[in-house]
């Protein structure tokens, strides 16, 4: 079956740096994805690897792995509005999204 | 540009009522899909589509339907509603083969069923 896991819930200091683990189990790959998703809100989209190796986009970059079938999310500079679940989403050979259960971050002052 | 939008944003229903969401993007969007997210859990597909005409089942499609007559519109009906589909159900498109996949959502419909 396929499958995509991220931690549940992760806490950190406003200012500091957070990195958000991936790994991914799928039928194909055609790329990965990182959300955004505020409470009560849509998600939004961050940031889209294909290719190994990392991309940065300002304060957050993503990073893939696809022999480690493994990515992560790295937050730098916490803002007190980076608050939010960070949902992590494969795109399989079907070229469907298989989307993980999220992460729950909570930054403290 | 309006993107995705979805309406109802908030509604109550009875047990063994039916209702349709409906959903619209003005992004000429090939594929669109339904899906449903319960509280502090990821999302699950109910239904997708890859273009005007055809439409396919997702993860969790009992209890629900629909239909794609044209590119803009894909609503979701809710057949004699049951409290397990109190949920928060968020419809999203986008360009199709070859792009990205970058989904772009509506903003969520959010159905409580008493």
């Known amino acids: 079956g396929q499958n995509i896991d991220q931690p549940t819930e992760m806490t950190a200091t406003e200012g500091a740096i957070v990195q958000i683990n991936c790994t991914y189990q799928t039928s194909g790959f055609n790329g990965l994805f990182w959300y955004q998703q505020h409470a009560g809100e849509a998600p939004t989209f961050l940031s889209y690897n294909v290719l190994d190796g990392l991309e940065e986009k300002g304060r957050f970059s993503s990073f893939l792995s696809r022999s480690k079938g493994y990515s992560y999310l790295l937050l730098k500079e916490l803002q007190m509005k980076d608050s939010a679940s960070y949902l992590c989403?494969?795109?399989?050979?079907?070229?469907?999204?298989?989307w993980g259960a999220g992460t729950k971050l909570i930054i403290k002052p | 540009n309006a993107g995705v939008t979805q309406t109802p944003k908030f509604r109550i229903l009875k047990i063994g009522q039916s209702m349709t969401l409906q959903c619209t993007q003005d992004?000429?969007?090939?594929?669109m899909y339904w899906y449903r997210q319960d509280p502090g859990m990821g999302l699950k597909l109910i239904y997708y589509?890859?273009?005007?005409?055809?439409?396919d089942k997702g993860e969790v499609p009992n209890g629900y339907n629909v239909s794609r007559s044209t590119t803009e519109d894909f609503p979701l009906r809710l057949e004699l509603a049951a409290p397990s589909q109190t949920s928060v159900y968020f419809c999203a498109s986008r360009t199709g083969t070859g792009d990205t996949g970058e989904l772009f959502f509506g903003e969520g419909s959010r159905l409580t069923v008493l």
């Open positions: 589509s890859v273009g005007a005409g055809i439409t």
């Open positions: 992004m000429n969007h090939n594929y």
């Open positions: 989403a494969v795109l399989d050979s079907n070229y469907q999204l298989i």
